[in-house]
């Protein structure tokens, strides 16, 4: 009795066991840690990482390719000026340019943010390790709504002087004077399309 207690018992053990392992493969794969890859760490220099956080991915041409794994903010006393240093994690296979291009991305409008590296050029000198590039700033979104303010604003000052019967649109839709000069060249072109084709002479 006790051998085949000990038996039943190693059988279960060996299948918790098994459940674990599958388990954690699992939760590695969802969490797309790179437990059995190898790779190196690079440098980002911005100045404003638009809510980038640790983890998130990083794609090499619009592949995925590693991740960010810590975020520093460095200040700069001789220049006063604050960067954030992004040290992202990029797998073995992938040689980055030294004159590439980095930016800060989205997925979607208010998706997910992501670092986006467009390769260069120079594969002669690719990045190695603790090497550092730096990226492209991406618009702060207090910006972009300015921007859209400022030309809501001029498309109501056009609209608002075609109203008021100013500018060249808003004589031409108001002006009957315009309009009849309009219509009766019109109308005379219908009717003697042949003063298309001759060319008006030159005052002497």
Not at 96 to 113: F, I
Not at 147 to 172: F, H
Request: proline share 3%; hydrophobic share 45%; charged share 25%.
């Amino acid at each position: 009795m006790i051998f085949g207690k000990t038996k039943l018992e190693m059988k279960v053990g060996i299948f918790v066991f098994i459940g674990l392992v599958v388990l954690v493969v699992f939760i590695l794969s969802i969490g797309g840690f790179k437990t059995w890859s190898s790779g190196y760490r690079i440098n980002l220099i911005f100045n404003f990482v638009n809510g980038v956080k640790i983890g998130a991915p990083v794609r090499f041409a619009g592949v995925d390719v590693g991740e960010v794994k810590k975020i520093d903010l460095q200040f700069k006393s001789a220049e006063s000026h604050t960067n954030v240093c992004l040290d992202v994690w990029i797998r073995d296979i992938v040689h980055v340019p030294a004159d590439s291009t980095v930016w800060v991305n989205t997925l979607g409008l208010l998706g997910e943010k992501y670092v986006e590296i467009m390769p260069g050029k120079d594969y002669s000198h690719p990045l190695k390790e603790n090497d550092s590039l730096v990226g492209v700033d991406p618009v702060p979104t207090h910006e972009l709504f300015s921007k859209a303010e400022s030309i809501m604003g001029n498309v109501d000052n056009g609209i608002a002087k075609i109203v008021n019967k100013e500018g060249t649109l808003g004589r031409l839709l108001y002006d009957d004077k315009i309009y009849n000069e309009l219509e009766a060249l019109v109308t005379d072109v219908r009717k003697n399309p042949w003063k298309l084709l001759i060319k008006t002479k030159e005052k002497k």
